[in-house]
């Protein structure tokens, strides 16, 4: 019986040994496999993430073609600098037009920054009914150029129905 016992013992015992080896190697095994599954979702998000900066750069480059365009319309809509030598000759055949004795005078240059475009002061002086004022600055707003009236004074004149005016603003060019 002791051979018995000693072959049962030693069976067991290589049983006993290959059911801890298999456990062991289960063990790494899901270890390993962790890990792996971690790396992978780990990839994955990475690439939804670089899938999704494509797209919005894709997104960004169509948009950019976009305002180009828009942005060469804007531009060609205010005049070049060296077109701002008619302005004031354009302003005062405006107010003749319009029955206005005129006076002009361009000022300071102050060039483009950021948030707006370059632009030339002005000053104008003149006379007229009011109803001559207005209808000379409705034509104004109607111009090729892009202003901005920054103040006007008007006085009367007596008890008639003429103002004295004077005005200063800005012509913005390229």
């Known amino acids: 019986m002791n051979v018995f ?4 013992l030693k069976q067991l015992g290589i049983a006993l040994a290959v059911v801890v080896l298999a456990v062991i190697i289960a063990q790494i095994m899901v270890s390993r496999t962790k890990t792996t599954a971690t790396k992978i979702q780990n990839q994955k998000s990475e690439l939804i993430f670089r899938a999704r900066a494509t797209e919005s750069l894709a997104a960004l480059k169509i948009d950019s073609d976009k305002a180009e ?3 060469n319309i804007l531009n060609g809509a205010l005049p070049p600098k060296d077109r701002l030598i008619n302005f004031g000759p354009n302003m005062i055949d ?3 037009q319009n029955g206005i004795s005129l006076g ?4 300071t240059e102050e060039p483009a920054t950021a948030d707006r475009s370059s632009y030339i002061r002005f000053a104008v002086t003149g006379n007229s009914t009011y109803g001559n004022l207005i209808r000379f600055l409705q034509d104004l707003e109607r111009s090729r150029f892009f202003i901005k009236i920054n103040s006007m004074d008007l006085t009367r004149q007596g008890g008639l129905d003429r103002f004295n005016f004077t005005a200063d603003g800005q012509v913005f060019y390229q």
């Open 104 to 107: 002009f005078s361009f000022g």
């Open 94 to 96: 405006l107010a003749k």
């Open 5 to 8: 016992k000693r072959q049962i």
């Open 69 to 71: 365009s828009l942005f």
